[in-house]
């Protein structure tokens, strides 16, 4: 059975389609969406349903995509994501899912700043999960157990998910 959706990895770590594009600030996310566009057309998928996966600096870059062009992803599963910036108008992000993975010990990303993010992208109309991990900023198994449980219950079959990071944090 095809699988519903995709996702795009942002970020170091490998992801399926692997491309080298330069890093995208915060002020062109464009860039990004630009790239989403002409794969999903050299590759014959549908970027409306493509979802985003993306840790700290690659979360920001994909909570910018949602925010600027929210008809290039489908969504996202966004670990340790800030506030890239506040569009305004907001954008139309009903349809859109998002999950958001904080640390309750993340001293870049308190606590108020992560529920800010969560409370603009609801504004905006996605449907929103917004997951607490015992954790400062690092990725730890907790993110990696809720992305895959959130993944699933969006209609993802996971067969098989593992942290490969070298960062235990406690």
């Not at 308190?110 to 109309?125: D, I, N, Q, T």
């Not at 993110?143 to 406690?170: E, F, P, S």
């Amino acid at each position: 059975q095809e699988p519903k959706s995709g996702v795009l990895g942002i970020g170091r770590s490998d992801a399926r389609i692997r491309a080298r594009v330069k890093p995208i600030s915060r002020e062109k996310p464009g860039e990004l969406a630009d790239f989403i566009a002409a794969a999903a057309d050299q590759y014959g998928f549908d970027a409306g349903r493509l979802y985003a996966l993306g840790f700290s600096n690659g979360a920001n870059i994909a909570a910018s995509v949602l925010l600027s062009r929210p008809a290039s992803l489908a969504g996202g599963v966004l670990i340790r994501a800030m506030v890239p910036f506040e569009p305004e108008p907001l954008p139309g992000l009903t349809g859109r899912a998002v999950l958001l993975s904080q640390g309750r010990a993340d001293p870049l990303i308190p606590a108020p700043e992560a529920e800010r993010l969560a409370g603009l992208f609801r504004r905006a109309g996605a449907e929103v999960e917004l997951a607490w991990q015992a954790a400062s900023h690092g990725l730890v198994q907790g993110d990696v157990d809720v992305a895959q449980r959130w993944l699933k219950t969006i209609g993802y079959r996971v067969t098989y998910v593992r942290n490969i990071t070298d960062i235990d944090d406690k």
